[in-house]
T-cell receptor, first 113, second 112 residues
Framework: KNEVEQSPQNLTAQEGEFITINCSYS?????LHWLQQHPGGGIVSLFM???GKKKHGRLIATINIQEKHSSLHITASHPRDSAVYIC???????????????FGQGTILTVHP | EPEVTQTPSHQVTQMGQEVILRCVPI?????FYWYRQILGQKVEFLVS????????KSEIFDDQFSVERPDGSNFTLKIRSTKLEDSAMYFC??????????FGPGTRLTVL
């Protein structure tokens, strides 16, 4: 079983729609990351969360530590938001953490004009 | 804005050859990582490096792999004898504190 599961695997939306991508994890964590991977392969960090909610522009990320669940929301989606969105966690191994990330399989988002 | 750089962007090699993938992390960062992504699969952790030594490594990171920080700026991943299954995108990342990580653009390794 994967330690980090994302849903949906593929998501198609029309420009302007509100989008939600979900992430569930099965291990204790010290932090959860949302990353964006562009078609060329480059990875950009969007958010790092250990509790609550963060907002940056049209992007909102939330985390529920008790339920081991996080969501990434995109408001007023735009074709330039088309990318792969990846959830990754820092597993809490109980000792010193050096920041290793465990990744979900990614959600492919396509936003049509 | 500081960024992580990687060279080369694409490396093609014959099976059994040694390759060295190079990374220049952000200059004041202390934690360094290598990840790989086989085409169509998720990103996987290979190794982390802190205080001039390996701090964590995955089961993928066997004796064929090694990392080095030969000077104050470069961070390298060496694969001693490449296999077909080593074909993947390799990402370097760095972090100031072991929390938020900044990724390089990746090196696409193709083993023939």
């Amino acid at each position: 079983k994967n330690e980090v599961e994302q849903s949906p695997q593929n998501l198609t939306a029309q420009e302007g729609e509100f989008i939600t991508i979900n992430c569930s994890y099965s291990v204790g964590i010290s932090a959860l990351h949302w990353l964006q991977q562009h078609p060329g392969g480059g990875i950009v960090s969007l958010f790092m969360l250990s509790s609550g909610k963060k907002k940056h522009g049209r992007l909102i990320a939330t985390i529920n530590i008790q339920e081991k669940h996080s969501s990434l929301h995109i408001t007023a989606s735009h074709p330039r938001d088309s990318a792969v969105y990846i959830c990754a966690v820092n597993p809490n191994a109980g000792g010193t953490s050096y920041g290793k990330l465990t990744f979900g399989q990614g959600t492919i988002l396509t936003v049509h004009p | 804005e500081p960024e992580v750089t990687q060279t080369p962007s694409h490396q093609v090699t014959q099976m059994g050859q040694e390759v060295i993938l190079r990374c220049v992390p952000i200059s004041n960062h202390l934690y360094f990582y290598w990840y790989r992504q086989i085409l169509g699969q998720k990103v996987e952790f290979l190794v982390s490096f802190y205080n001039n030594e390996i701090s964590e490594k995955s089961e993928i990171f066997d004796d064929q792999f090694s990392v080095e920080r030969p000077d104050g700026s470069n961070f390298t991943l060496k694969i001693r004898s490449t296999k077909l299954e080593d074909s993947a995108m390799y990402f370097c990342a760095s972090s100031a504190s072991g929390n938020e990580q900044f990724f390089g653009p990746g090196t696409r390794l193709t083993v023939l």
